[in-house]
């Protein structure tokens, strides 16, 4: 089913390293926060992306709609490689990709009324006619989000937090887009108003036909929002799933240990917690080989000397790991003679 639906957002190979500088400017390392990625995205879907704090989550998210330029890789929408379009047509295309941060509190204009910062987004997009139309636009998608229009003349500071997340969903639909990005757009309120943000963006979605990328690290928002889950690691996406098949059966080893951390529903279900042994590598001088080979209890010889392609286990499943490699390889028939 989902091999016909449409593809939203296409990156293959996605990098994104930011330069150490030294003496005079000279670049002397590499912080490699994302180190080529490959994922598609489906029309309609939440695909949720899942890691550790420092696994480059967030910084794929922002590359994927060319918030920060990807240093190399491709990344298509609606047919265009958006690394490849002038700032004009990027421009044109914000129509097309909006994201949601994590707190808008600190990318609004503290000295703007929110109705103000909306009317702006439409003036620049040439979207609506002046005055009373574009200003109705505003009305009609703070109401959609949950807020009054005597929000309209407020500043940020006046608003709690979970008015400043709906805020900025209203930031990111006005623009009418396919493609929402959300940066752990609930991590920071109250779990009672998570509950609320997250089910206003699904109902969004219902009726908008919205696709999201959703990161978290939490992974029961993650499996409540979801599809489909890509698990990163080091910048690395390590396994792609749908959502169900992922809980239900991680493959990769660094999965595991995130899905054992998630507690059970049912208090009377023991469940084992695998914990990792060793330090985050630095990203900036990252294992050679498997990236995770340094705390994997699995590690073999060759974990150490290659790095492992993304192959598919199982349908829709996709898992970068030498041990399923191995199985895989002991599996095949021998039709030697």
């Not at 994104?16 to 670049?27: N, Q």
């Not at 997340?165 to 998570?194: F, H, K, M, T, Y």
């Not at 030498?322 to 030697?336: D, R, W, Y």
Request: charged share 20%; with cysteine.
């Amino acid at each position: 089913m989902q091999a016909n639906r449409e593809v939203v957002l296409r990156a293959e190979n996605v990098k994104k390293y930011f330069p150490i500088r030294g003496t005079l400017g000279r670049v002397v390392n590499n912080v490699k926060a994302v180190d080529g990625v490959s994922l598609s995205l489906l029309r309609g879907e939440t695909y949720g992306l899942v890691g550790e704090t420092g696994c480059g989550k967030s910084t794929l998210g922002r590359t994927l709609i060319h918030l920060t330029p990807a240093t190399a890789g491709s990344i298509t929408v609606e047919g265009r490689d958006l690394t490849k379009l002038t700032p004009k047509e990027m421009r044109k295309m914000r129509r097309r990709v909006q994201m949601v941060f994590q707190d808008p509190y600190t990318s609004l204009d503290p000295r703007q009324r929110i109705g103000d910062i909306l009317l702006e987004m439409l003036e620049i997009q040439k979207i609506g006619g002046a005055g009373g139309e574009r200003r109705a636009l505003v009305m009609e998608i703070l109401d959609k989000v949950g807020l009054r229009p005597e929000h309209f003349y407020r500043f940020a500071h006046e608003f709690s937090g979970g008015q400043r997340q709906r805020v900025g969903l209203a930031r990111a639909l006005i623009l009418n887009p396919d493609l929402i990005v959300c940066d752990e757009p609930v991590s920071a309120l109250d779990v009672s108003v998570q509950s609320q943000i997250i089910n206003l963006l699904l109902d969004l979605q219902e009726e908008r036909g919205l696709t999201y990328l959703f990161i978290s690290h939490d992974m029961s928002v993650i499996r409540y929002t979801s599809n489909r889950v890509g698990v990163m690691y080091l910048g690395h996406l390590v396994e792609e799933a749908a959502t169900d098949d992922l809980f239900a059966l991680p493959m990769h080893p660094y999965s595991q240990v995130l899905l054992s951390a998630v507690p059970s529903a049912n208090p009377h279900t023991k469940k084992q917690r695998i914990v990792l042994e060793g330090d985050l590598p630095s990203p900036i001088n990252p294992p050679g080989g498997c990236v995770f080979h340094t705390r994997c209890p699995y590690a073999m010889g060759v974990c150490e000397k290659e790095c492992p392609q993304m192959q598919a286990v199982m349908p829709g499943h996709r898992v970068a790991c030498h041990l399923h490699s191995q199985q895989s390889a002991k599996e095949e028939p021998n039709h030697g003679v």
